[in-house]
């Protein structure tokens, strides 16, 4: 049981509440200012309100009553606070023993109970490049699939790849003037987007030229076979790029099927729209009337423009209906960023529906739209037009190039790695600096990315993180070098932890709760935030605490069982994040 949970009931009982007022009162604990003023703080203002009592009078009165206990030594009050100190040796072994005993697992708890969370992500464009912009989509989405599979719930990752709309007329409109067969097989994509600006740009000084794209457009809608199968074509070396990219990330979908293969259900559900009287005319197009159903003043959804074409909410309304078919979820995710507008009248077109067709399930209401802040300050020795690819390659080009520095400065701490090692590492570092980059803010905040911030050794930085890793597993092997355990097995009976120690062990304490909280608010920076935490507390320990003395084997033991701790909460933070806990670097 974690030990909040056991302050909290121990609360309840002082407070005569039956135990189901406990989790109330655990979220409410904080942590004192210092170790010298107690270990966590109970704060009073809540109750005195419904008491009319003054908060340190109340303050008093509890801590009177709270009785000391194996883990709770005493309490003590500090004005409106209720401070209480625990018995660091036993709340250690409470602390440690569960994450030693199964250390891949610790911070993963059975919230969700195997239901299913649908969670759509990344969708780039095909026709168009893997851009810089997709990476917070991909990042924030895989960090939240990786963070609910772990607490229990069953995700469906959802690549809706934006493969269908007039976009592709212009496509085929360029291909069937210029396109050149070896071209693109020698540079796929690349070659694309080239194609389709040379037709857009032509369409801005030739109107035409948009008419014949949007009456190619036509005749692949249509199933022209000669159209479709270039659509093919163009979509599977699309595909292909995009893949080389996941894996290099390490991220695979469940499916790939993007708005083409929703096509065929689109007029199927815009009759459900028409036939419930949902749907109207206006203008020649056919909208549904959303504003006010869900409490704001939003535009109609347009289900089909006025010149017949179906569009990309009539494609979406289509899509969520067929997943909610297919996997009857408990929450249907949109990991999108600026589209804010889009989903809203999503959302409401669906509730309008449910109730129209009175369904029985109200699943529109678990539909939601996590969106996130702009990234500024990008660009690479390409220049501005900002290429996943060429920003990865980048990533780990400059980290090599500071691994090497920090080698020819300091050979000691950083050794010299074989080619093999070298190259891991650098494409290690580069992604964590990247990733971590981007879950460093809560995800609404605009950032200013910068290279050399992101990619330092020290501050709020992935390679940070990384290298406390690394710095706990050289402890290990230089333990083993000395012929002792390396901290594996049961937490030790060693000596009282010290300041620094004991901050450690409270700080790992609170890790399922920031997992859990990282689920709930769909924040992946929750772990982010106590990753950076954790490791600067590691580091303040083991700046003035010696690990491994052989004239003392007993405190030893104790803390490389500490340090071990450390270790498997880090890289277990590390691994939801999609961050490569790396052993030497
Ligand atoms: N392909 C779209 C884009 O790049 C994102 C799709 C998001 N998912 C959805 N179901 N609309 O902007």
């Not at 109970?42 to 005195?48: G, I």
């Not at 109609?300 to 569009?311: E, I, N, Y």
């Not at 669906?350 to 996590?370: F, M």
């Not at 990247?434 to 020290?458: A, H």
Request: charged letters at 20%.
């Amino acid at each position: 049981m974690p030990i909040t949970t056991h302050v909290a009931q121990a609360l309840a009982a002082a407070l005569e509440y039956p135990p189901e007022h406990a989790p109330g009162l655990g979220r409410s604990l904080t942590r004192p200012p210092s170790p010298a003023l107690g270990d966590l703080a109970f704060p009073c203002f809540a109750l005195a309100k419904q008491l009319r009592m003054a908060p340190p009078k109340i303050a008093a009165d509890l801590a009177a009553r709270i009785r000391p206990d194996a883990l709770i030594a005493r309490a003590v009050a500090a004005g409106p606070y209720v401070n209480l100190f625990l018995d660091r040796t036993a709340a250690a072994r409470a602390i440690l023993g569960p994450i030693l005993a199964d250390p891949a697992r610790y911070g993963s708890r059975n919230i969700g109970g195997g239901q299913v969370i649908v969670l759509d992500f990344s969708a780039p464009n095909i026709a168009k490049p893997f851009h810089f912009g997709h990476l917070r989509s991909t990042n924030i989405g895989a960090g939240l699939a990786r963070i609910f599979s772990f607490l229990g719930y069953r995700v469906v990752r959802k690549n809706y790849l934006g493969d269908w709309g007039t976009q592709f007329g212009f496509v085929i409109y360029a291909w069937q003037r210029w396109g050149d067969a070896a071209e693109l097989q020698a540079r796929a994509i690349e070659y694309l987007v080239e194609l389709y600006v040379r037709a857009y740009r032509q369409s801005e000084t030739d109107p035409t030229v948009r008419e014949q794209a949007r009456h190619l457009f036509l005749r692949l809608e249509q199933g022209d076979p000669d159209i479709a199968a270039l659509w093919q074509q163009f979509r599977e070396l699309s595909l292909a790029g995009f893949m080389k990219t996941y894996q290099r990330l390490d991220i695979a979908f469940d499916s790939y099927e993007g708005e083409a293969a929703v096509n065929h259900l689109v007029e199927g559900v815009i009759e459900r729209f028409v036939r419930a009287g949902v749907a109207e005319e206006s203008q020649g197009a056919l909208v549904v009337q959303v504003s006010g159903v869900l409490g704001r003043e939003i535009a109609p959804l347009m289900l089909r423009k006025s010149d017949g074409a179906s569009t990309y909410a009539a494609r979406d309304c289509a899509e969520a209906i067929d997943r909610w078919e297919r996997h009857g979820f408990s929450a249907n995710i949109y990991v999108v960023s600026r589209q804010e507008d889009h989903f809203a009248q999503l959302f409401a077109a669906l509730t309008r529906l449910a109730a129209a067709e009175q369904w029985e399930a109200h699943w529109p209401a678990t539909c939601e739209n996590v969106s996130f802040g702009y990234v500024r300050g990008m660009s690479t020795r390409k220049g501005e037009a900002v290429w996943l690819e060429d920003v990865l390659d980048e990533a780990r080009d400059r980290a090599r190039r500071i691994r090497e520095e920090k080698s020819a400065a300091n050979p000691r701490a950083f050794p010299t790695l074989s080619a093999a090692e070298l190259d891991h590492v650098s494409e290690s570092v580069g992604q964590a600096a990247l990733l971590y980059f981007d879950v460093s803010s809560r995800r609404l905040s605009d950032v200013t990315f910068d290279w050399d911030t992101v990619l330092q050794f020290e501050g709020n930085t992935g390679p940070y993180l990384q290298y406390s890793h690394a710095r706990m597993c050289g402890i290990f092997r230089r333990a083993v070098a000395e012929g002792l355990a390396a901290g594996s097995g049961t937490p030790q009976a060693g000596p009282e932890p010290a300041d620094e120690e004991w901050l450690l062990v409270l700080k790992l304490g609170e890790f399922p709760a920031a997992v859990a909280a990282a689920c709930t608010e769909r924040e992946p920076h929750e772990i982010a935030k106590f990753l950076h935490e954790l490791a600067s507390s590691f580091n303040a320990f083991y700046n003035k605490h010696t690990v491994i003395d052989p004239a003392d084997p007993a405190t030893s033991a104790a803390r490389l069982t500490l340090v071990r701790a450390t270790q498997v909460t880090l890289a277990n933070g590390l691994k939801l994040l999609g961050i490569r806990p790396l052993e030497t670097m």
